[in-house]
């Protein structure tokens, strides 16, 4: 299969896994959007990702050997460079006229920085396109910043409901109950202001809600910005007085029925490290809760009931659903992406 069949976006970067996961002269297997992909790291330290099957009769490279360099099938020995070119076909006789360089394992663009590894989807690996760098994610990191790994889990069902659930102030005193966060019957008036930003939106800049223990926790002035953007980034940017810490939660999805939700977490507040072990459990149980949410959800999907999108809580659900509509457009039509969100406020109780 060559053309996506997938209901996803394509001709969109999707972040892969965090940099720490992948050593020199590595490889794994990662399921991404259907396909299997094999994610590799060469001995000079350049990541690099490769349809995870011989072009020859299909067995999964990942079988073979991977020398830091080239990776030989495990059938017949097959060699290729990690751009997917093969470089030597052993069983052909030395005076064979068969260019072996024509043969190439589809590779996919992957890009690494801030300690992420991001992944390009083509629509069609057979006619790569040239890749539009205005519509590549963007990171408000600090020079030099680079994100640790805090966690990852799956939730079972689409992208689509997963990046709904992602953004959606609702059930956030009900599903995300705890004895050091919030309750459900502690519910406020939020008014919160929006503005369109790179391909999504974001929750402008503003003091952090006060029914939330953590960010007590924090004694400085702090302001928090919170952004959207597709494929299913999310980031809180907390400033603590000049200080900085920034919450990603990616979604990545795996097929169509099942979703990766990794966390990242980037801070140059020193003290803060003393109680990674802290965040890092308090992150875990709070996104276990969305998986658990997630699998009672998916029950109730499983007969495809018509779903409802209700007032101001459901807004940003909507813009998801709009800018989604409107990229899909721009790539079918190679047109340019013009963000659909206008400024607006918007009131929810949580
Ligand atoms: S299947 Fe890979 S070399 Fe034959
Ligand atoms: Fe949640």
Redo the contacts with the bound molecule.
């Keep these: 299969m060559s053309t996506s069949k997938s209901k996803n976006l394509r001709n969109i970067w999707y972040v892969a896994c965090h940099s720490s996961l992948l050593q020199k002269g590595q490889t794994f297997e990662k399921e991404i959007d259907s396909e299997k992909i094999l994610l590799g790291r060469d001995e000079n330290g350049k990541v690099f990702a490769l349809r995870n099957q ?1 072009p ?4 999964p490279l990942t079988y073979g050997n991977f020398d830091g360099c080239e990776i030989e ?1 495990c ?4 060699r290729f460079g990690t751009d997917g070119t093969c470089t030597k076909i052993p069983a052909l006789p030395p005076n064979s006229k068969l260019d072996v360089s024509k043969v190439r394992a589809p590779y996919y663009p992957l890009r690494e920085m801030y300690g992420l590894i991001l992944i390009y989807l083509p629509r069609d690996m057979r006619k790569p396109e040239e890749i539009d760098e205005s519509l590549f994610p963007k990171f408000p990191m600090p020079e030099g910043g680079s994100f640790d790994f805090v966690t990852a889990g799956y939730m079972d069902c689409s992208l689509d409901h997963s990046v709904i659930g992602l953004i959606d102030p609702a059930h956030v005193p009900f599903v995300h109950q705890s004895w050091f966060f919030r309750k459900k019957n502690n519910l406020k008036l939020k008014t919160k202001k929006f503005a369109p930003s790179h391909l999504g939106f974001t929750m402008v800049r503003h003091e952090p809600s006060k029914n939330s223990a953590a960010y007590k926790l924090l004694k400085k002035e702090q302001t928090t910005e919170i952004s959207f953007q597709i494929p299913g980034i999310r980031i809180e940017h907390i400033k603590v007085g000049t200080d900085d810490i920034l919450v990603m939660t990616c979604l990545t999805p795996v097929n169509e029925d099942k979703t990766e939700l990794i966390q990242f977490i980037y801070t140059n507040i020193r003290w803060i490290k003393v109680f990674k072990p802290i965040f890092y459990r308090f992150a875990k149980t709070f996104i276990q809760q969305d998986i658990d949410v997630f699998k009672k959800l998916k029950e109730g999907l499983l007969n495809q009931p018509p779903l409802m999108l209700m007032g101001d809580p459901d807004m940003q659900a909507k813009w998801y659903n709009a800018v989604r509509t409107r990229y899909e457009k721009s790539q079918a039509e190679k047109i340019p992406f013009e963000n659909p969100v206008k400024e607006e406020t918007l009131n929810w109780q949580t």
Excluded: L, Q, S, V
Aim: charged share 10%.
């Design positions: 011989c020859h009769r299909g067995i099938c059938y017949h020995g097959w």
